[in-house]
């Protein structure tokens, strides 16, 4: 019994790690806003979202994720969680260092019906939200 419990871990890890092997997936930004962290300890509101268009490479191989805007933000995966799933869309949390090095949370989520994406990236001072569409 141990042993087939063994196989059976072996599987699910090596079917996680292909899921995420998939090299990379590439989006442009069709949109962006900013929360940012107020004196008073809130966040502030979201403005109306800005019309833009950067790439957006999300690399599982090299693990980082790479936002090629004005100043190019580049964050490196230091761990993936469970892909989350609700009736509406697909959910992916990694932890991820800046450029900077600070800790940063980043969210991708994924509509199920129109297959249209954001990504929240989320550190101590500022949330962005960048609207993304597949190329």
Partial sequence: MNILKKIVLVLVFCFSVTAFSQARVDYTSTAV???????????????????????????????RI????????????????????????????????SNDGDTTEITLKTSKKSNESQIYIKDKTRVLIYNLKRV
Avoid: H
Wanted: net charge negative.
């Fill in 66 to 97: 790479v936002i090629y805007s004005e100043i190019e933000q580049v964050y490196r995966i230091g761990e993936y969680y469970p892909e989350k799933e609700t009736k509406a869309e697909y959910i992916n949390f990694f932890r991820c260092l």
């Fill in 33 to 63: 806003t900013m929360s940012v962290m107020q004196n008073n300890g809130k966040w502030s509101d979201y403005p109306p979202f800005k019309k833009t268009e950067v790439p957006v490479k999300v690399d599982f191989q090299n693990n």
